[in-house]
């Protein structure tokens, strides 16, 4: 039978019922003859009220202590985990990320995986065991424990799958798989039974926060096929992989992004090498900046807008204004009353007229578009946030419902 | 300067302002010039908390994912004070078991120390680094995280001080010191500058909770230096070591021990080797007997009663009556309201009418003497429970009192 990797989310995992729960899946996949790897979070809220706890006793603590200190959350999970999978009769081990072989640069808190040795979780496959791997975790060179940053036990499972040859890396979520729209919001929103790999980044940087790009673009570097589905029933979800064919659908989302913010930069001069000086002051800065629009020039001045995400704004205009004498600008016009609202799909790439379809769809539903910007599996328009659920819900009528 | 052990239990750093207050001894220790390692415990109710979660889970799970997950307490607490220590501007690093080079056997939940590879730790201290290192954990030979059963932390602290060959290993309490009695019972207890090892071994067993008898062995053998003192005051506590000299006392203290039950095997056939016999079907079941006392022979028959432990009193019934007939005894009495009053020293063994002194404050004080049992170092009777203030408080009076 095949090597399957299984990754199940610190909600999954938030308590003893969730954990009970869990192990029936795993347990169920196992008497079916699979070989198991299980990729845990830390339970539930673990993580945060280990950050308070922190906080309490040093605002700015080293990021090698604070490793040390959250790292402990992933190893508890596993160990429960096991103990779960014990009861229920099964061999099994729970392995921390130093002992499943986990090696990591030394950036702590944000450590890049190097290397895996695998030689103990082969062994303990040979032996007929689960093995139970806390996430989000490895050790450096010198024997410090490092963790992964965000999305990080996604990429313990995805490399895990890679090195071990797995056939198959499946992501538990609250959701059973990847949808056109955000179920919540759009009733009609239908479940993709397989996307690509791009796709999935682009939506996944569109706010569908089922899986991290980071993961995925590894996955899709050492050619993992991912799994996305429900813990809370037992049916196929959304599989993420190089080429879907099923499908013939020009578009396979539609998405909303409203951790996003917009900043004009008015009366610049109309020079060479303006949007250059602007841009360099904000990467200096190290934000980052997503669409970007540029007027023309107009009386020996332009304008230049885009976005950065929310949480950069302060941090942009701060950065701008300290430059406002070398890069001459009249002032910033600032909003964080927007949303980015994204159409995806691979299809896109080989068919004409999606975009006038998009616009079309928001000029029924009297949306007004501040700015576009659009990729070769993408298009994007920033609109007013309180326009954006409606955006949505009209643009996916049009690619989705009035199909018939 | 010299290199100097500090452990502090789950108490002194079970909440923010604890680690904080307990960084504060460390920094002035540190600014004296002293090379630092300090051993910690879980916090507070951290071990506790852990163990209930995992019996919801699984009432048996195995010692090894046990360890997996105890072991997180200690990496927390560890983690928790370097970050206190960075908040002081102290240099500083905390260490698991593992990194700090403590190797085990793998009996997980009760591992013992096979080896300290002290490489890491001496790199750091050569840094002037503080280096706070987990209690309780090691790793074994194939990597698993072990733990080091009851009283564990203060063992890492002791073999630490042994290889690193510090000139002191000193275990903060909550109480200031070793006195000559419990001072929450004796309003006269004195504390003492110094006791040996033997001693305090002897007091340890007898329920002066301050030191683990193995702790104590291991220091015996290892010749490092103790002291126990308080985190809450700074004052010089009660330094354990080989030998003593400045108190000439003949005892150094005087304890009970509620924990204690007797039995009496009555009507015994008055035949060589019964007793073995007996003791045979005790120690077959694991229980440990404490003091033994066995009547003359008369009519053919004789008793032999003892003491074990209260909580191994029903075990021990049990075993016996499954060997009632082999054994022959007409009935077993059983009496749980009893304590164990010993007085402890080293002095004892070249002083006479110890023993006489003992026997006559417990007469003045009309408590009846159910069982006596001497070492060389110690002198143990067995009394009511309800006497057993009264007793400690007489004998107390006169070794420590009367004197002046």
Same mark, same amino acid.
């Given at each position: 039978?095949s ?6 989310g ?6 003893a019922s969730?954990i *009970?729960?869990v192990?029936?899946i795993?347990a ?7 070989d !198991? $790897? ?8 673990t993580t ?9 006793i040093n605002p ?5 202590e604070?490793?040390m200190?959250?790292?402990?959350g ?16 099964l061999p099994?081990?729970s ?31 040979d032996?007929?065991?689960i $093995?139970?791997?806390?996430?989000f975790?490895?050790?450096a ?6 963790? +992964? ?5 996604d ?22 798989g990847?949808?056109?729209?955000d179920?919540?919001? $759009?009733p009609?929103? /239908?479940? +993709?039974?397989?996307i690509t ?8 940087? !569109? ?7 980071r993961s995925?673009q590894?996955a899709k570097?050492?050619g993992v ?6 813990s ?8 993420v992989k ?9 578009i396979?989302?539609?998405?909303k ?7 004009a930069?008015?009366g !610049? /001069? ?8 602007v841009?360099? $002051?904000l ?6 900046v ?6 023309i ?6 304008d *230049?807008s ?13 950065s701008?204004e ?6 001459g ?14 159409i ?14 998009m ?19 993408k298009i ?25």
């Open positions: 039978m090597l399957i990797v299984k990754k199940f610190g909600s999954s995992v938030s308590d969730g *009970i729960r192990a029936g795993i169920d996949d196992y008497s079916e003859g699979h !198991l $790897v299980v990729v845990l979070s830390a339970q539930g809220d945060d009220d280990l950050i308070e706890k922190a906080a309490e700015f603590p080293s990021r090698r604070m490793d200190l959250l790292s402990t992933e190893q508890a999970s596993a160990a429960l985990m096991a103990m779960a999978l014990e009861r229920l009769g099994v081990v392995l921390s990320g130093r002992q499943a072989g986990i090696r990591t640069s030394a950036e702590y808190g944000s450590a890049r995986i190097e290397k895996i040795d695998c030689e103990r979780i082969r062994g303990e496959l032996k007929r065991r $093995v139970v791997v806390a996430g975790q490895g050790t060179r010198n024997g410090d424990i490092t963790t +992964l940053g965000r999305g990080g036990s990429t313990t499972a995805v490399a895990l799958a890679a090195v071990l040859r797995a056939s198959l890396c499946q992501k538990y979520t609250d959701e059973d990847i949808y056109t729209a179920p919540r919001k $759009v009609g929103a /239908r479940r +993709l039974s397989e790999y791009d796709e999935m980044m682009e939506l996944a940087s !569109l706010g569908a926060q089922v899986l991290h790009n995925v590894m570097r050492c096929e991912l799994e996305v589905l429900t809370f029933e037992r049916k196929p979800g959304t599989i190089e080429v879907t064919s099923v499908e013939k659908i020009k396979s989302g539609v998405a992004d409203t951790n996003t913010a917009r900043i930069v008015m !610049l /001069r109309d020079e060479p090498g303006i949007a250059f000086r841009f360099r $002051v990467s200096d800065a190290r934000i980052v997503d669409i970007i629009l540029q007027s020039g107009r009386g020996g001045t332009k *230049i885009f976005t950065v995400a929310r949480s950069d704004l302060d941090a942009a205009v701060a701008l300290t430059q406002r004498g070398a890069l600008f009249s002032e910033l016009d600032v909003s964080a009353d927007v949303a980015k609202v994204s995806v799909g691979a299809g896109m790439m080989s068919a004409s007229g999606i975009a006038t379809m616009f079309e769809a928001l000029c029924d539903a009297k949306v007004n578009i501040n700015m576009i910007s659009t990729s070769e599996i994007s328009v920033l609109v007013d946030e309180r326009d954006a659920d409606r955006a949505v819900a009209a643009i996916h009528r049009k690619f989705f419902e009035d199909e018939g």
